[in-house]
Structure formats: C-alpha cells, structure tokens
C-alpha cells in the first residue's frame, strides 16, 4: 500500500526522487482516503521557492479543506495541471498520475529524515 521507494511526512505527504536533484511531491493512500472525493487542488505555482514543512496549498474534498506542507526545501518546477480539471485523480492513483509538484532539492539530507514505508505504515496504524 506504500511503496518503499518513497519517503514519507507526518501529514501524510510522500516524495520520490529523481534524476538530476528534483523530487515528486504527492498525498498518500491514507489521506486521500480519509479525505474522500477530492474536489479541488490548491497549489503554488512553477518558481515558488519553499521551506520544509511549509503550508504549500490546500486540498478539498466532499468532506473538508485541508492543508498541504511540503516536506522538503526546494523551487517549485512544475505544478501537475491536470490536478486543476481532474483533481480526482489524487483518489485514483495518489502515488502515480495525481503527483502534486516537482520540486528542484535544496538540501538532499532532508529527503532521507523522512520516514521508510514501514515507519509510515507503523504510524498510520498505530493512529488506527
């Protein structure tokens, strides 16, 4: 349910990283889940440049509104578009086709602060 090539937030962000020291930023399983159908995506936009754990946007769903952080520090270089017209694809495919950002890296040693995917896994279920 979380694939081990990621890393994972607290808030239920995950990310993967790529060549050339870019990274993509997504919602996990979990949240997508407890949020129900998502509605809408709010997101910054190509250029941003961000804190770790920073309040990058927002996320609605039939359900509620809720926050999204970005896990690391880095620019914004692209933003999914398709996310502004198909936000349901969060629901469908959270680690696949509904991605939320790339991101170029400032500081690679964040990336591996976060969690394995059995230490996410550990804390969903212990939050259960």
Do not use: C
């Not at 890393?7 to 979990?30: L, Q, S």
């Not at 970005?70 to 996310?83: A, D, H, R």
């Not at 040693?109 to 279920?125: G, N, P, Q, R």
């Amino acid at each position: 349910m979380y694939p081990e090539e990621l890393r994972y937030y607290k808030e239920h962000e995950w990310v993967r990283t790529e060549d050339a020291g870019t990274a993509v930023i997504g919602i996990t399983h979990f949240a997508q889940e407890q949020l129900g159908d998502i509605v809408y995506v709010d997101l910054p936009e190509p250029g941003a440049q961000l804190d770790s754990l920073a309040k990058i946007g927002e996320i609605e769903s039939v359900k509620a509104v809720n926050d999204l952080f970005i896990p690391i520090s880095g620019e914004v270089i692209e933003v999914n578009g398709k996310l502004k017209d198909a936000p349901e694809l969060v629901n469908e495919d959270p680690y696949g086709e509904g991605w939320m950002l790339r991101v170029k890296v400032r500081d690679a040693a964040e990336i591996d602060a976060l969690m394995t995917a059995k230490e996410y896994e550990k804390m969903v279920e212990d939050a259960e």
